[in-house]
């Protein structure tokens, strides 16, 4: 009886390290935008004192938002930056992951490419995901699409494309199928749960509900890709893979398709099909590397 109350005391502590990544990422992804904040802001209340005004907040709004909005993919880069040498140590170290070298079912050009096209499909997947949310909850779909504006996300820019295609895949493939999943696996045997959790922590930190649910849905994908390599570089291909399209390659190959409702629909969920194939490929071509152990 102690045993087994010592054993789920144990489990639960499992469970409680498994949110840590997630807490230390947001703690630091607010501390690093509020300190590029006040120092766009420094300036500017320089500047409204020598001048006199007398309605400081209304001072601020108008002139340091424009700049604060700009510096939102700059603070991705820092955080970023920062989360991949913190977390690459807590994954090196404590989850004993010290083989750097990317296993040889990575480095296999076929498998690259199945990578790179399961990306692919995955992005048309996202896309009916959102045309479901759209139709189910309206409301939250234009919220996201006001925060999309207001962030310029999508606009194609030196240090958008660092974080959104280098950086931020890297740092959050160590956060979420590095470090999170390994604890989430010690907290439960079974795969898909372990998978789950930690799909769902991803969804979390995109801190809004349609990019939420298109995240975890992405992020199980990419737990699994990374449990049939047994490598976080596999990983974290998909997830630069996947980027990388959405900052123009997607836009220019959907212009080479026919632009008709229909045919669209139709696209959408053959690439969706096309997904499931390529996983079960995945899971063909990996069954019988279990032995290629890496990061």
Same mark, same amino acid.
């Given at each position: ?142 919220? +996201?699409?006001? @925060?999309?504006? !207001?962030? *310029? ?5 030196? #240090?958008?494309? %660092?974080?959104?295609?280098? =950086? ?78 959405? +900052?123009?390659? @997607?836009?220019? !190959?959907? *212009? ?5 409702? #229909?045919?669209? %629909?139709?696209?959408?969920? =053959? ?25």
């Amino acid at each position: 009886m102690k045993d087994t109350a010592k054993n789920g005391w144990k489990k639960f502590g499992y469970l409680c390290m498994s949110l840590v990544p997630l807490i230390a990422y947001a703690i630091l992804t607010f501390f690093v935008a509020m300190v590029l904040s006040v120092l766009v802001m420094i300036p500017v209340v320089m500047k409204a004192i020598q001048e006199g005004q007398q309605d400081l907040y209304g001072y601020l709004m108008e002139n340091s938002m424009d700049q604060i909005l700009n510096i939102s993919m700059l603070a991705g880069v820092v955080y970023a930056a920062i989360a991949i040498v913190g977390m690459g140590l807590w994954y090196y170290f404590g989850c004993g992951r010290k083989d750097l070298k990317p296993p040889k079912a990575v480095r296999r050009p076929l498998n690259l490419l199945i990578i790179a096209v399961l990306a692919y499909c995955m992005q048309y997947a996202s896309q009916i995901i959102m045309i479901l949310v759209d139709m189910l909850l309206p409301r939250a779909m234009d919220n +996201y699409e006001q @925060l999309i504006e !207001l962030a *310029g996300i999508g606009e194609v820019t030196v #240090v958008g494309v %660092l974080y959104g295609v280098i =950086l931020g895949p890297i740092a959050e493939e160590l956060i979420f199928r590095g470090v999170t999943l390994y604890y989430t696996q010690k907290f439960t045997r079974r795969f898909w749960l372990a998978n789950l959790l930690q799909a769902v922590f991803f969804g979390v930190m995109h801190m809004n509900l349609v990019q939420g649910i298109y995240a975890a849905v992405l992020g199980m994908v990419l737990g699994w890709v990374y449990h049939r390599f047994r490598s976080l570089y596999a990983s974290i291909w998909l997830h630069i893979f996947f980027n990388f399209l959405a +900052y123009g390659p @997607l836009v220019f !190959l959907d *212009g080479l398709l026919p632009q008709n409702a #229909v045919f669209q %629909l139709s696209w959408y969920g =053959l690439m969706c099909v096309v997904a499931v194939v390529l996983l079960w490929v995945i899971y063909r071509r990996t069954e019988c590397r279990k032995d290629e152990m890496e990061i």
